[in-house]
């Protein structure tokens, strides 16, 4: 699944593609966003993604078409 994150004055977001489902996703985000303290995500390859809570400015969880090629109208 991907979960695209935005962080604030970070020109880009962060993509992560990771194993864990919406559920487990959201409740990372909602925790670290009440406790004020990191979003730590772990990624297919087994990278750790961490985000200080603070600085986070959106999260999209899922989405993401694997294998999308060409055009779309």
Do not use: C, W
């Amino acid at each position: 699944m991907e979960v695209k994150i935005g962080v604030q004055h970070a020109p880009r977001e962060l993509v992560v593609d990771t194993d864990e489902t919406v559920e487990a996703v959201e409740k990372l985000v909602s925790d670290a966003v009440a406790s004020e303290g990191v979003l730590a995500l772990t990624d297919n390859k087994g990278r750790r993604i961490v985000v200080p809570a603070s600085k986070v400015a959106y999260v999209e969880i899922g989405g993401g078409v694997a294998g999308a090629v060409g055009f779309r109208s």
